[in-house]
């Protein structure tokens, strides 16, 4: 399966909302409700944001939501903090296998 | 609390095998499947199979087909991720991750495997 497509890079403000895209395809983003976000600092594990598309783990910032409409899932930040500042991946299921999305490094200016 | 704890890195020489291993607790290891994705240097991440602890199945990404083997060890509550035939483009960063109804939480801290000459 192909990777699902993200931006390379955004980027935002201290206060602001920023939205990352995972646009993937009808076989996988469009045909499940299984799209999961990840957030990666560097040199360590990703850690869970977002899972089933919409809902948040245990200890999770209420500032992280997800949201989808059709082929394309969607994580927004908002208040933005400098903590936040790091790579993010999108997960979706093709069949029984799963597919990451390339990945969105968000800098906080 | 729920933890997965990984093997530490390695350094192969192209031709060679390594085998890393991905050792659970906190948890009952045979009621959750285990993943393996890697990331290359500044890449992103890449799917590599999954194992039932259970009963040992797996499936693995066509990609790597013949060449990743994954085995469990009930007894230690333990996954095992071995790659042969390495290439330099194996280096990477290797991740074990639980799966909870097609999530992963937790990942292991990720085990750095280098091939080089």
């Known amino acids: 399966q192909s990777a699902l497509t993200q931006p390379a890079s955004v980027s935002g403000s201290p206060g602001q909302s920023i939205t990352i895209s995972c646009t993937g395809t009808?076989?996988?983003?469009?045909?499940?409700?299984?799209v999961s976000w990840y957030q990666q600092h560097p040199g360590k594990a990703p850690k869970l944001m977002i899972y089933?598309?919409?809902k948040r783990p245990s200890g999770v910032s209420n500032r992280f939501s997800g949201s989808k409409s059709g082929n394309t899932a969607s994580l927004t930040i908002s208040g933005l903090q400098a903590e936040d500042e790091a790579d993010y991946y999108c997960?979706?299921?093709?069949?029984?296998?799963?597919?990451f999305g390339g990945g969105t490094k968000l800098t906080v200016l | 609390q729920v933890q997965l704890v990984q093997s530490g890195a390695e350094v192969k020489k192209p031709g060679a095998s390594v085998k890393v291993s991905c050792k659970a607790s906190?948890?009952?290891?045979?009621?959750?499947?285990m993943h393996w994705v890697r990331q290359a240097p500044g890449q992103g991440l890449e799917w590599m199979g999954i194992?039932?602890?259970?009963?040992?199945?797996?499936s693995y990404a066509q990609k790597l087909q013949g060449r990743v083997t994954m085995t469990r060890d009930t007894s230690t509550s333990t996954v095992y991720m071995e790659l042969s035939s390495l290439r330099s483009e194996d280096t990477a960063v290797y991740y074990c991750?639980?799966?909870?109804?097609?999530?992963?939480?937790?990942w292991g801290q990720g085990t750095l495997v280098t091939v080089s000459s």
């Open positions: 997960c979706s299921y093709a069949g029984s296998s799963p597919v």
């Open positions: 906190g948890y009952t290891f045979t009621s959750y499947y």
């Open positions: 089933e598309g919409s």
């Open positions: 009808s076989s996988d983003v469009g045909s499940y409700n299984l």
């Open positions: 194992i039932n602890p259970s009963g040992g199945s797996t």
């Open positions: 991750a639980r799966e909870n109804d097609h999530w992963f939480d937790p």
